[in-house]
């Protein structure tokens, strides 16, 4: 009986506390086919599959390999079902070498003084290019991706898992995987591929399974769908992006960067020579692959990081090299989104209205007024009205304690103004979930009324309601007259709520575009690195003809 | 039908426990640690009184007689002190261990004053350099682990463990330079040393507890309310965040060792200028580790520590007694229960942080509505995790 | 000189069996602070064993004698090295706190146990009797070969044990799988769990087998290099010996080849002390002071200096909890 699927999840379900990341999924993989699982961030698809691998065990559900129900309650179980995944953070360690890791754990039949020849008859086998000797933390993203496939196939997975193999690639790099992937397919092997990129799951899926909000939706035939059908069972209804865009009114530069050229923590590259600016009242979008030097220059603006050479300038004047804190007193805000949420701009352990004064617990005072000095005042009572003025100010100033009632205020007002669901203000903010997270940080950035805003990754993980009210505040504060850099992922998000868009590539620049000018396809080509309008105009195009640097600069 | 192997024990993390359930487990751990020492002196003890004699003698030992309570809150206040002056330095993740050389540092800075200045200078200018020394010493002995720390991230909890020994032999150092020909005991001073107040036990036990107290409740305001106590729990919590609010990281480090050591400087000052009226090499008595089970008993929080600083001292000043009284001959016998009870307290910890699914007793859980947005909240990686990945780069 | 040699190489194995148990421990994630105390009760389990086989008969078997008293010194131990791992693996506790509290237990147990259960009338004569003439019986030929003869073959088979546990550990660390999959538990358990390899049952074994390997040192202390005289501050001694043991992991950055030299230098420069003439008890407390001094420099240097491969395991004090990502 061939016809018997591959694998075969009936009823799972997963909470995290009280919260439902898988309910009641039901989902097949026949043999030999490539099924691409879709859903948004925070679907729940990441957490299916590690439960199909042995990290997660299921709270409710019963899974079957090959027909035959199977309990997976550890990898090892995971793998004695013949079930490889490979993660989207890589699993490797770092100061082995490929071969290391690719034998570490599985029971190979020769000493360990044989596994580099063992890793490479594998790779020859399927064409992959790895040295085995190679330490992990020399490698590239890539070399470390093959080396988590190559992995499985040494454990002679036959159902392989992939969770967003391509977020990290070229599309070069991409399609030598998908070539590989019909390579294994052809070798009779299962392959579930996790992505949210409906192109790649055009592409190179057989059938598509749709997760929503932990939800299982549907599964249908790649071949009988079209890009918007599935968008559609992905969002649930038809969205076309119809983001606000107001019509920028444009000031002079506000800020200006100029031949910036910063190393990453590996100390090689990762901006070199970029050059643009921003204007008051404008959003200028960041596009580029991800670890294309969009942390490393919002850590430098932000006076997180040493730039190796070039400018940075304020309203025409240098701010590189001062501290985090005057950067923010001149009004430059920051609210970066890492990957993990919480690694940076908030603290996680401590609660809201502690990271709400997270950046202006140093100007708490004792709360004194100073009094008001009126011009009726006779000269005396003014001379000593300014002389108890100073005093309450200089008292103020040198307080030791911080001010949390203003602080609770501050983390009431946002809570109230953006929505965000916390059981109070004095909850730690890892309690919260990830878009209330993102709100608080995003709050507290425009509470300190910046007159530019750098954000990175503001909708990253949340549903679309939460973000277009993320897009929402983003437009008020353009209108208000703030500079907005906006570092962002989705490509028609930018596209739609940006007014120009600057494309990175390995850290060079490879064009500013407005963004109504522009295409996905050529915003595409520059990322990827085939297309240099630079180079193209053979003129820079981030120096502002009526650029402020000079006036008081030399 | 095939039958099913569950796994027979899996482990959730708890999302919440209410104070007074966490509390009850402490409570009933300690209880089990105590009732276990309990049978366990009685069945072997040479001259047995008993399983309710065992606590008949503990309680007799630490609260029996007018002395033996001034002790025992002499004791308490001395430990909660060296505590309290952990804590500072843990809030911030740093792990110093380094307590009872800066204790030691304390005493002997206290020392070489009454030593060389006790009887030459007037008292009250004595005291005063005693009490500034003292403070410089332990600061010092604290600050230099932490600028290491601070600027090549060198492991502190290694440092300070080095740092004890080397004051102890500083100690050695000295007393044999002063009594060349002794047995390397130093007779108590009396030039020098801090007045009594009051009579008989009172009058020694008086200044750890009037001076320590205070010290407590001025570090419990410092953490909570100060801005300085805020920047300490923001380094403890997320060092990246703390350098992305423009926080000087390396400054709050060394300030806050300084601050640190010092406090344990204080010890060793009230030790050697008042209780003692001398130093030895084991003067500090253990404290700076003891001080740190303290600090983690108590949660970190100055108010608690005090209960168990209190309830630490009651058992190893109770054991005492339990041990003249049961025949025994050995005074380790206190850090055997002592340990006990710590290895149920640190154990029971689990148990408030997790929960235990057995198979079988399937826990159907309701969704409450508390946190609910689409996506699963991440318990975020915990900070230690932080410290050690910054460790590495 | 050679004397002077010779003591140093007894002593240093004392260390050696501390680091390379601390190193194990550790390339497991774990930093067992609680070393002294474990190192204590071996010095405790090993006097009980040969106490043991006194009682059984007046004059024992010596080969037994060293048995026993391995054995026993394993076993005490392992066991403390058991309630640190099912403190810190099963129960996830906070490691430092959790070792403080094995030293305090183990140097409190090891006072009370030898002066109430083991130091019984006319032990200590069986003890040193054991100690001077079993344990520290030479191999042969360390009287007929010279200077080579004494340095080299005269001492305890201790001393041997130690460092053929040193190379043993070395080579499983470096070249079989098991060493492999230590090494990666160690630094991200996370990644070894997921590659199949059972990681609370590597990291117990770890843990009890490097206890296990630490309490050999507390039993050298007591009848190798003190000839099996018991003092009454033992403990203390050996204490201090733990941490110094703990240093010396960091001073040999994890190697327990480059271990054997290291505690050979260590113990030179603990016994420095009484090697030179005439020295007073002020010079003396300096020299004490050596072997600490030197292992601070050493941390300062490897963290200033932070080569990737000398860096400590990187999960090393986590407690790892699967569902927890």
Known sequence: MDETAALELKHISKYFGSVAANKDIDLTLKRGEILALLGENGSGKTTLMNMISGIYYPDEGRIFVNGEEAVISSPQDAFRYRIGMVHQHFKLIDIFTAAQNIVLGAGGKRGISHINEEVKEIAEKYGFEIDPKKKIYDMSVSEKQTVEIVKVLYRGADILILDEPTAVLTPQETEKLFAVMRAMKADGKSIIIITHKLNEVMAISDRVAVLRKGEYIGCVDTAGTDPAALTEMMVGEKVTLNIARPKPHLERPLLEIRDLTINNDEGSRAIENLSFFIRGGEILGVAGIAGCGQRELCETIAGLRKAESGGIYHEGESILGLSPRAITARGVAMSFIPEDRLGMGLAPSMSVTDNMMLKNYQDHGYGLKEEPVSEDDPPEVAKKKAARNKFISFLNRHCPFVDRKKARAEAEHIIEELDIVTPSTETPVRRLSGGNVQKVLLGREILTEPNVLITAYPVRGLDINSSYLIYDILNRQKEAGTGILFIGEDLDVMLALCDKIMVLCHGKMMGVVHADKTTKEQLGLMMAGALDLEEEKGKPMGVAKDSRIGEDQA | MKNIKEPFIHITRREHMPLWQGLLIRVAAVVVALVLSAILISAAAPKSQGFFGFFGSLFSGAFGTERRIWLLFQNTFLLLGVAVALVVAFKMKFWNLGGNGQILMGCLASAICMYYLGGKLPDPVVWLLMLVSSLVAGGLWAVIPAIFKAFFNTNESLFTLMMNYIAMYLVSFFISLWYPNGTGAMPPLTDGALPAIGEGAMSRAILPVIVFAIVTLVIYAYLRFSKHGYEIALIGDSKNTARYAGINVKKVIIRTLILSGALCGLVGFVLTGSVNRMVSTSMDGNMGFTGIMVAWMGKLDPLIMAGVSLFINFLERGMAQVITDFGFTSEALSDIVVGLIYFFFIGCEFFILYRVHFAGSKNKRTPSPEIAEGEAPKETPLPEEEGAKEARS | ?325
């Open chain 3, 1 to 325: 000189m050679i004397s002077f040699l010779t003591s140093a190489i007894e002593f240093g194995v004392i260390f050696l069996l501390g680091c390379v148990g601390e190193i194990l421990t550790e390339k497991s994630g774990h930093l067992n602070l609680g070393i002294p105390g474990i190192m204590c009760m071996g010095a405790a389990g090993g006097c009980l064993g040969v106490k043991l086989c006194y009682l059984a008969s007046p004059t024992p078997n010596a080969f037994l004698v060293v048995l026993m008293g391995i054995l026993f010194a394993m076993l005490f131990a392992g066991a403390l090295g058991g309630i640190y791992g099912v403190l810190t693996v099963s129960l996830r506790s906070n490691q430092n706190v959790t070792g403080l509290a094995c030293t305090i237990f183990g140097v409190g147990f090891t006072s009370f146990f030898l002066n109430n259960a083991v130091l019984t009338e006319g032990v200590s004569a069986n003890l040193s009797q054991a100690g001077l003439n079993f344990f520290n019986a030479p191999l042969p030929g360390a009287n007929s070969l010279g200077w080579f003869g004494t340095i080299f073959l005269n001492h305890g088979v201790l001393v041997y044990l130690a460092i053929v546990i040193a190379v043993i550990a070395a080579v499983t660390l470096r070249y079989t799988k098991a060493g492999l999959n230590l090494r990666a538990i160690g630094e991200s358990p996370a990644t070894a769990d997921a590659v199949g390899i059972n990681v609370t049952r590597y990291k117990y074994t770890a843990i009890i087998l490097g206890a296990a390997v630490a309490g050999l040192g507390g039993l050298t202390y007591v009848m190798d290099y003190m000839n099996g005289i018991v003092g009454s501050t033992v403990d203390q001694t050996i204490q201090g010996i733990g941490w110094l043991c703990i240093a010396l992991v960091i001073f040999t950055m994890w190697r327990p080849a480059l271990a054997i030299l290291g505690s050979i230098l260590f113990g030179a420069l603990y016994i420095l002390a009484s090697y030179i003439k005439g020295i007073s008890f002020v010079q003396m407390s300096l020299l004490n002071m050596i072997p600490f001094a030197v292992t601070i420099l050493v941390l300062i240097v490897t963290s200033i200096i932070g080569n990737r491969e000398t860096q400590p395991p990187a999960s090393l004090g986590l407690s790892y909890f699967r569902e927890d990502r």
